[in-house]
Structures are given as C-alpha cells and as structure tokens.
C-alpha cells in the first residue's frame, strides 16, 4: 500500500508564502516524477510543477518565478515553495507520484488527499 500525505495549506494574504510538503510512505521501490497539481471550483485539475528523480522541473507559466518545485529523494518527500501568492492561485493542491512499489513491474500513479489553498486580496 502506498499513501501520499500533503500539508502545508492554509490561508495568506495575497503576496505571502506558503511551503507544501508530500510524503510517500508504503512498500516504495522507487519514484520517478512526482508534481503539484491544483484544482479550483469549477475548473479541471491542472498541473503546476513536476521534477523527475534527477531534478528536472518544469513548470506551469501561471507561476513561474513564485514557484519553486523541490524533493528528497531520501524522505520520499516533495515540496512546493510558492511565494509572492495571488488570489487566483487559491485552489485545492494535489501531489502525485509516479511509484514502483515491491512485487510490481511498472510504476503506477499515486495521488495525495489535497489541501486547501486560499489567497486573500
């Protein structure tokens, strides 16, 4: 069983920070990429940032140069630094993993709970 726990939400001002965190736990071979997608009401889940086992990233144009994407390796854990916050980036936040776990051959997609973030004007 693998679980993906997210903390970190929580409401700021607009031009504040905020520092999500993910940690995967289970029977985890390995990770490849793991990202932040978001989701606001009435809108689709939309990806924010991934990075790949090496440390590549890519980012949505939304937020690049608030955002910044890192992960260790070690912890199994990522993070989502996100600073100088707008209300639109107010949305429900999700990580996914992409996780080989012990006895599977392929690496399958995980997905955290969400957490809630919202950016007041």
């Known amino acids: 069983q693998v679980q993906l726990v997210e903390s970190g939400g929580g409401l700021v001002q607009a031009g504040g920070s905020l520092r999500l965190s993910c940690a995967a736990s289970g029977n985890i071979l390995r990770t490849n990429v793991m990202g932040w997608y978001r989701q606001a009401p009435g809108t689709q889940r939309e990806l924010v940032a991934s990075?790949?086992?090496?440390?590549?990233?890519n980012y949505a144009d939304s937020v690049k140069g608030r955002f910044t994407i890192s992960r260790d390796n070690a912890k199994i854990t990522v993070y989502l630094q996100m600073n100088s916050l707008k209300p639109e980036d107010t949305a429900v936040y999700y990580c996914?993993?992409?996780?080989?776990?012990?006895?599977?051959?392929?690496?399958?997609?995980?997905w955290g709970q969400g957490t809630q973030v919202t950016v007041s004007s």
């Open positions: 990075i790949t086992s090496g440390g590549s990233t």
């Open positions: 996914k993993a992409g996780v080989l776990a012990l006895g599977r051959n392929t690496y399958v997609d995980y």
